[in-house]
């Protein structure tokens, strides 16, 4: 198929499809920006060489060559990506959050999960201006609003959302990066750039943690 249009363009989607995951890593997937225009993202193995970080759910910002693309469904932009960054975990990812973390004792993942299946992204809002008491409308047993000024007091103790995301960032497993946040909270990012080798405390692969530092923080083998 031939484009006659091609243009640089920057956009934040939230993810509903995963089409494709490349032979040797690299992912498309698709979704619509805060206006609803539908965007498929291909991202090549070097900005994605880990493709169990891309899930439905996660909001990504991408720049890259946009160009008209029309499917089965229908027209949408398609943009080469040359940037991408996460700006916002899946809601899975912030209900196993919820689920492990010692700072939201009492509250479970089937709890967890009914709150996000309630309120979706605007979980985060409430968090934000502490209102308990919208948190609380929801009927599952043994959530109250005392569990839910828990549940907020938890966010602002540990910012889970910006640290999951600048965690992925940085390629780390999903599991590390949940202990990393339940170990650090607010100081996960602080700790880990003072020093990124504690993060192979966490049993992540020595090497990996090694090209991670000298990549990132220019780290020289003799320091």
């Known amino acids: 198929m031939q484009y006659s249009v091609q243009f640089n363009e920057t956009i934040q989607i939230r993810i509903s499809t995963i089409r494709s995951v490349g032979k040797f890593n690299g992912v ?3 979704g619509h920006c805060q ?16 493709p169990s970080l891309v899930e439905v759910g996660q909001s990504w910002r991408a720049t890259g060559h946009a160009r008209p693309h029309r ?6 932009t398609q943009i080469i990506a040359t940037q991408l960054q996460l700006v916002m975990p899946s809601g ?9 973390s010692r700072a939201c004792a009492g509250i479970g993942k089937q709890t967890a999960s009914a709150l ?4 979706d992204n605007e979980i985060y809002q409430l968090i934000k201006l502490h209102d308990a008491a919208k948190l609380a409308t929801l009927v599952f047993q043994g959530w109250d609003e005392e569990k839910a000024h828990i549940l907020c007091n938890a966010f602002q103790q540990y910012p889970i959302v910006d640290t999951l995301a600048w965690l992925a960032r940085l390629g780390l497993p999903k599991k590390i990066s949940r ?3 339940s170990v650090w909270g607010a ?6 750039e003072a020093n990124p080798y504690v993060i192979a405390s ?3 692969d020595w090497e990996e943690v090694d090209r991670l530092a000298r990549t990132r923080w220019k780290i020289a083998s003799d320091d």
């Open 28 to 30: 498309i997937f698709f």
């Open 35 to 50: 206006s609803g225009r539908p965007y498929s993202i291909v991202a090549d193995y070097k900005l994605i060489p880990d």
């Open 71 to 76: 499917t089965r469904d229908g027209p949408e």
């Open 92 to 100: 899975r990812e912030i209900i196993d959050w919820i689920a492990d």
């Open 116 to 119: 996000w299946d309630k309120f």
């Open 179 to 181: 202990s990393i946040c």
């Open 187 to 192: 100081r996960a990012q602080e700790v880990v």
């Open 202 to 204: 966490f049993s992540w």
